[in-house]
């Protein structure tokens, strides 16, 4: 168990420019979770992935943000025309199925400044 | 709307004292309730779980009760060091796919 790994662990970018984030998850989770937390605040949800399947989205995620989880492995976070409102930790969890284990499993965070 | 409280001042308390740390809910029936701890820069860490028909949960120094009537979990610390100063998330899941989090209480501990 080598746990989740995310990168990069720190991004800054100009308002207006596209960034991806990637996440690989604990190798037998099957679910993947994105989550996105800005300071003083709990994690929100923005969506998650069970194997390859994105099962749900938060109406947090605008039509700029994408995810992908090819082969229901790693997965990738993009977010296109950034704005300065997105500034934030984005936070990618794993878990199993549940009835095996329901907590998640978090990674370090990426966090990203917009200027 | 539903809604998940936690004490939004920090708490600060003695080594050696009982930290209790309060999670209150509105309009959720959740299946079960998790407590994560996390630290600056870095994700949350799972601590505990507690289903919706258990009472008390132990895990060392660690303890959570679940009151589905009152809608709160009280979170326990107890022989509390400064190395447990952090921020505890209260976390609800309801049988979908999200675990809901709240915004956190910040814990210090003083030597």
């Known amino acids: 168990d080598t746990g989740v790994s995310q990168d990069p662990r720190h991004k800054i970018t100009k308002r207006g420019q596209n960034v991806t984030f990637r996440c690989d998850p604990i190798?037998?989770?099957?679910?993947l979770y994105w989550y996105r937390q800005t300071l003083g605040q709990g994690p929100e949800f923005l969506t998650y992935?069970?194997?390859?399947?994105?099962?749900?989205k938060s109406r947090l995620l605008s039509d700029r943000f994408s995810a992908e989880r090819p082969k229901g492995s790693f997965s990738t976070l993009e977010i296109q025309r950034t704005e300065q409102g997105d500034s934030a930790m984005y936070l990618c969890a794993s878990s199993q199925t549940p009835g095996l284990s329901e907590k998640l499993f978090f990674g370090s965070g990426t966090q990203l400044s917009v200027l | 709307s539903q809604k998940i409280e936690q004490n939004s001042e920090a708490l600060n308390i003695q080594e050696g004292k009982t930290a209790t740390l309060t999670c209150n809910y509105t309009n959720y029936s959740p299946a079960y309730l998790q407590w994560y701890r996390q630290d600056p820069g870095r994700g949350p860490v799972f601590l505990l779980l507690i289903r919706e028909n258990e009472k008390e949960k132990r895990k060392e120094r660690l303890k959570v009760t679940f009151d589905t009537t009152l809608k709160q979990s009280l979170f326990h610390i107890t022989a509390s060091q400064p190395a447990d100063s952090a921020t505890y998330l209260c976390?609800?899941?309801?049988?979908?796919?999200?675990?809901?989090f709240g915004a956190g209480t910040r814990l210090f501990v003083k030597a």
């Open positions: 976390a609800l899941h309801t049988g979908g796919f999200k675990t809901i």
């Open positions: 992935f069970q194997n390859e399947a994105q099962l749900e």
């Open positions: 190798s037998e989770h099957n679910r």
